[in-house]
Structure formats: C-alpha cells, structure tokens
C-alpha cells in the first residue's frame, strides 16, 4: 500500500468541482447566484448547447463587480467576500457563502472573467482566463461596469463527469429550470435566457411575483393563481397557488423559495397539499409558488453542497402554517365558482 500523502491543490478542486459542478445547469446556478448576491438588477444566461447539452455559458450582470485583486482571489478555493466566521452562517443572506463555485467550476472548465468594480471609478475591466485551475491570463481590459462570466470546455479534464451527461435536450431542460427556479424567487431582477440566439426565458423587474409568473407560465396561469399569506412571529409566508381544478399529475409544479433561494423540499411540497385537504384528486398536485421569509437563525443551508435542500428548526410549526395559510386561501374563494373566478 503507497505511504499516505497530501493532495496536490488541482487535485483536491477537481475532487471539490465534483459535488458543486455535477452538470451545465449547476453552473449556471452558481454563476446566477453569484450574480443576484452582486446585487444585480439584471441577469442575463446565453449558452450555446453542443450534443451533450455543453458549449459555452455566458452570464452577465450589472452587479457591483470586482477589482483586479479581488478577480483572480475570486478563483481560489474558500475565498469569499460573504461570510468571515462560522457565526455569520446564522445571519447569512447571500445565495453563496463557501467561495467555492468559482474554484470548482474553473477546476474542471475553462473560465473567463470579465468584470469592472461598481464602486472606485478610477479603476477599469479586468479580464482573468483560468482553465483546469490554472491561471493562463490577467489583463486590462474596457469593460462595463459588472460581470461577465464565460465557461467553455465543460468537463474536458473530467471525462468520467462528461460520459454522465445526459441528452442535450435534458441538460438544458435541468438548466432552463434552474434559471426559472432562481427567477421566481427573485422578481426583482430581470432574467434573460437565450439558447443558440433564442429567447428562452424572460422575465422583467416588478415587485409582484405574479409578473414573474406571467414571464414564465404565461396569462392564463397567472390569472388562475390566488394569493396565499400567512405570517408569525418569524416567518412570512406569501406567494400563489391554484385552485384545485388546475392541479397537474407532476409534483414538480411546486415551486419553494426560502429567503430568496430556489430550494426543494418534500415536507414543505407535503404541508402545501394538506392544505388542499379532500379538494385535490389522488396523485395529483397544485400548482404553487411559494415565498417563504423565515428567521434566518431557523434555517440552516449548509447541509448540502449545492444548498438545493435545507433543514429547518421548529419545522413542525412552519408546516403548519403553510397548511394554515393554503387552507385559508382557498377557504376564502368561493370554489363552487371555479370558472367565472378564471375570467
Ligand atoms: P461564494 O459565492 O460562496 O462567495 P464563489 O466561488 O461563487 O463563492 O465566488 C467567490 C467570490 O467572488 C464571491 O464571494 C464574490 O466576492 C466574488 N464574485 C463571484 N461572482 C461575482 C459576480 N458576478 N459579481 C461580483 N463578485 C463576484
Ligand atoms: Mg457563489
């Protein structure tokens, strides 16, 4: 047996890259939410798909972007600007907090950085190319105040990785639904995806989640939608849901955010269908866009790699409420009056 050793840094990346960078759309979630913690009013995601659903992914925002420095510390690993010690985790905000997305991404990929900082106007762009972890470029550059993020030869390094991929029809259904996910938690800002020079997704800034809705669902679901609200003493629970007449044979209709993350959650999805009670047919499920603004000392993210699951304290009382406040949303509709309340 070989005497035991230290990885070499690239090594322990690649090993890293493996459980945040699983495929094209766990990239783009990263860099979008990259993109929304830089404050960003607009976001936009062009990726050109080869057969494996991989080409190049572009992500630009008009976030508070990044000095030179801070460019090229962006791409080691655990470097962040988001938390300093374990405490702050119980107050965090942001969408990343590990800083290590960009290192992992950059590990298995070829990344080019092109970003202006927001804030000290003397300083210009910044251009960084990394690939397999490896720094081949820093420069000067003109560039617009934000940043922009280019990923190409996903997984050149990493060929097991490339050999999991799906068709490229499921890569970019995985992609284009983590970009819807991220879009309704967020209706604030503006998402754009375009896919080979098409419009994907499009969704403006408005203060109303029903506005994202209509971006990505279209008129007629918006409009079936009720509003649902329910408030204690640490969370807030808003969003929409439909009448049971709409509900749909996929679960996958449920969509949660918590804190303005996209996250999946079988108790929560399970709390929002008793409140349907006897109203929702066996086997199928409401279409519903959850907003839920917990305590942030209640939720802890930092249970998985990827934060797409989260574990919450006092869960019994938070899904309780959930079932409360569909319960009551639908109580207050007169549902003897399913289609006149379409329109
Ligand atoms: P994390 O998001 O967990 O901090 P990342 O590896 O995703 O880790 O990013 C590392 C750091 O790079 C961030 O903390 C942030 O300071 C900076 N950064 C990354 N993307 C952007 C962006 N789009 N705009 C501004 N700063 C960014
Ligand atoms: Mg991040």
């Known amino acids: ?130 690939r397999g972890g490896e720094v081949l470029e820093q420069r000067e550059i003109g560039a617009p105040v934000g940043t922009t993020v280019i990923v190409e030869d996903l997984f050149f390094n990493t060929p097991a990785r490339r050999k999991f991929l799906k068709s ?46 209509v971006g990505l669902h279209g008129v007629e679901t918006a409009r079936s939608l009720i509003p649902v609200e329910g408030r204690t003493p640490f969370l807030r629970i808003g969003g929409y849901v439909s009448l049971p007449a709409e509900s749909r044979v996929n679960p996958s209709q449920i969509t949660i955010s918590i804190n303005g993350r996209s996250v999946t959650s079988r108790p929560i999805a399970g709390a929002v269908r008793e409140g349907y009670g006897t109203l929702l047919p066996k086997d199928r499920y409401p279409v519903v866009f959850l907003t839920l603004d917990i305590d942030t000392a209640l939720v802890d993210v930092n249970v998985h790699p990827t934060k797409r699951e989260v574990r919450l304290t006092r869960e019994p009382e938070i899904l309780g409420a959930i079932t409360a406040a569909v319960a009551d949303a639908l109580a207050a509709r007169d549902l003897t009056r399913d289609g006149e309340s379409r329109e």
Do not use: W
């Open 168 to 213: 490229r029809n499921t890569e970019l259904a995985h992609l284009y639904g983590v970009v819807e996910g991220i879009a309704l938690a967020h209706s604030e800002i503006a998402f754009r995806l375009t896919q080979n020079g098409r419009e994907r997704i499009a969704t403006q800034r408005s203060a109303d989640l029903r506005d994202a809705i």
């Open 1 to 130: 047996m070989p005497r035991i050793h230290k990885l070499d840094p690239a090594t322990v990346n690649q090993i890293a890259a493996g459980e945040v960078v699983e495929r094209p759309a766990a990239v783009v979630k990263e860099l979008v939410e990259n993109a929304i913690d830089a404050g960003a009013g607009t976001v936009l995601v062009d990726v050109t798909a080869d057969m494996k659903g991989i080409g190049r992914i572009r992500i630009t925002d008009d976030g508070c972007g990044m000095t030179p420095d801070e460019a090229l510390l962006a791409f080691e690993p655990h470097a962040t600007s988001k938390i300093s010690t374990i405490d702050d985790l119980h107050v965090v905000r942001t969408l990343g907090f590990r800083g290590e997305a960009l290192a992992s991404i950059a590990a298995v990929a070829q990344v080019t950085l092109i970003t202006r900082p927001r804030e000290a106007e003397t300083l210009g762009g910044t251009q960084v190319v990394v």
